[in-house]
């Protein structure tokens, strides 16, 4: 199948590559010998600028960053959104990324009291509460423990999506689905560190606890504790980064974002939950007759088309590759469906990549693009069987009171001219 | 299994802790309540600054870096190594990193004429040779066509270790292997591209041609190129990087780095290979008796210690963890082996983390020290059941003429105070 754009462009590049070999260039490399161009070609001049000069050597960049032209894939903010930078968040640009790993400078940002800046050294990790041995860790010694893991996971806040509730559309995968991220751990299990202090018969809860200047605490389940959280101090290979809790942060796979404590510096046991404010006057779901939704602690499955969408509409007629992503709390993705028209006809999309537990599974749909107006949506369905519901379900049962825990489905119009938008469909 | 430094920090840091919470940090986020300490406790000032003050908040980097206490963690090189940095390397810092996968900013450096900066709307691929249609195609193209595909895969410099040839002893992994990366690619398999092109019955080679300044060319077999190969536009999620041949790069999965162009402006389609500079003068195997190997694309099942090695020695007796990577360019790592005797007994490692064909592996020893003298060296089986050699063994069929493809065991010597040195045994 060949794209139609990319014949027409064959004959233009190619008169442009021509030129370049007859330039002078080409031939250097390969004795490649052809024709000066019949005509001046633009490509000329432009390829030369590169190929023509020394570039940067090593050790430019002792740490590497992107491309001067990828200046516009960042996180961002909206900055009606909160009081304070200090007690805010960003967002990671989703439609700007591929593959299942978020990479690490652009994992969206939440933060209660700013960014700790944490001299390693001198931080500790404090195990107190309804233990036979309080402990006290440094950095250096959790790394010594035996038992280190590595294992991706999302990362997703409980309040995503959120804006969405009551059909607010802000314009573009970035600001609706953008507060989640799918990074590389290395760590031990908290039980590991548990079962060094000997957690008391009459244990049921775990406090968790930041050293940031919120003091961010949330109530844990014993038994997650023990299942398959994750005290870790790297993430996607190398140290993990101030934004995201360094030196130590709290891993819960599959449950809200908040309660991955980051800046971690005490875990307290107790027999009963906290209630702190984390966890009551925020990330709690208020429903629609003014109780709450207790303890909503696991991320249900979600996906969202993030090519095309309103930051990345459709340039081209004929071939295009449709893009998102997908993820479920309660464990593997098993199936991703996607409409062109607004949920009436379902195709399989295929999927490509790892399909791990609690981690981003990217999906594909290739395509062909005669012009026609699109309702794309994407769904996800879990290894438990789990079908991501619409957003009109989710309100008949939760009411539009809450921000938290909105997975529903995401519609983008897709427009003749390419342009895509947020929308609300029936 | 108590680590004894742990315990013995324990009631240093639980005093400081402590203190902590007596200082009124922890009892503003938790209400936990504690007495003053005894004695003042140099932790409470410390953490102090980090929690009693507003940190920066969201946005103050939208592309983040790394904590200001890891710029010790850089890509460096060797500068007598080459003539000019504008052709030459620099090395990962293998010691510092955890799991499979290389930060895009910390993967190694080779240039052979700096790096092009390119202007991705500028930038052609043009196919040409024994196709029926020559076809330049843009990068939007490329993302354009369908079967996009996401691998992890090692990119190792044939002259990864080459300087242990002849004995020469560079104090640490970054230096002795650290020519090594492994990273996440998402493109589309190059077979797509010469399938648009229609290549002629009687084509056997390709040549793939960069658009830097030198220009670098490979032959590569049609086979292979038809096989695995992809052309790639993203690693780890983003754009390439700039010195990773931003913004399209080949890959060309288990062979030999310098065959997987950069910045790859060309595909030509002949009938035999082109002997070009780069695959005669250089990345040739010359052998003892002044004959040379021709061809040697696959690197071979090697393996390294990165955690305990020279620039990360032992600080701790009692409880450690030996830490390494293993990879093979003929598929998945089965089994690393481990001697902390300089190969007289072996003990399998823990491999963690997914077992991918032609990428890293991470394998893991959780062992007690107890202060004695060691000669550590791992040892790679992969699933064709080949076994990585000793030096002597490479050198009894090769020689000390190259400075390629030398996959031999390597061993550090760890002394009694912990300091650890790169050392030749028989």
């Known amino acids: 199948m060949t794209p139609r754009e990319t014949t027409r462009l064959d004959r233009r590049g190619f008169l442009g590559a021509a030129g370049l070999a007859g330039a002078g260039l080409a031939a250097t490399a390969t004795g490649l010998r052809a024709a000066p161009p019949a005509a001046p070609d633009p490509l000329i001049t432009t390829v030369q600028d590169w190929a023509r000069t020394l570039g940067d050597g090593v050790q430019a960049r002792p740490y590497g960053s992107p491309s001067q032209y990828e200046k516009h894939v960042v996180r961002r903010d909206v900055e009606w959104l909160t009081a304070s930078r200090e007690s805010s968040v960003n967002f990671t640009p989703l439609h700007e990324l591929d593959g299942i790993i978020t990479p690490s400078g652009l994992c969206f940002e939440r933060h209660h009291g700013g960014i700790a800046e944490i001299e390693p050294g001198k931080h500790r990790l404090m195990i107190n509460g309804l233990v036979d041995k309080p402990m006290v860790f440094t950095v250096e010694d959790l790394k010594r423990f035996p038992g280190r893991q590595n294992h991706a996971y999302f990362l997703e806040c409980a309040a995503n999506s959120g804006m969405e509730w009551r059909g607010a559309q802000l314009n573009g995968c970035q600001f609706t689905h953008g507060m989640v991220h799918n990074v590389w751990y290395t760590g031990i299990p908290l039980k590991t560190l548990l079962d060094e202090a000997g957690v008391r018969t009459n244990a049921k809860w775990l406090l968790a606890e930041g050293a940031d200047s919120s003091g961010m605490t949330r109530s844990i389940p014993l038994e997650k504790g023990l299942k398959d959280c994750l005290v870790v101090w790297s993430m996607n290979g190398e140290a993990l980064r101030p934004e995201q809790g360094y030196p ?28 702190q404010r984390e966890e009551t006057s925020k990330y709690t779901d208020l429903l629609a007759d003014g109780r709450s939704r207790r303890f909503t602690f696991v991320m249900d499955a979600k996906s969202v088309v993030t090519n095309p969408s309103p930051q990345a509409p459709l340039k081209h007629k004929g071939p295009n590759v449709l893009s998102g992503l997908a993820w479920s709390g309660r464990g593997r993705i098993s ?37 026609q107006e699109m309702m794309i949506q994407s769904r996800a369905i879990d290894e438990t069987g789990y079908v991501q519901p619409t957003k009109d379900e989710l309100r008949k049962v939760r009411g539009v009171n809450s921000i938290y825990h909105n997975n529903g489905i995401q519609t983008w119009l897709v427009h003749a001219n390419g342009e895509t938008e947020n929308v609300e469909i029936g």
């Open 248 to 275: 130590v942060r709290l891993v819960v796979p599959g449950w809200e974002g908040n309660m991955w404590v980051k800046w971690l510096r005490r875990i307290e046991v107790g027999d009963q939950p906290w209630h």
């Open 335 to 371: 199936r991703v469906d996607v409409s062109l028209d607004g949920g009436r006809n379902w195709r399989s999309a295929r999927i490509d990549g790892p399909v791990l537990p609690m981690s981003l599974t990217r999906f594909y749909v290739d395509f062909d693009w005669n012009g």
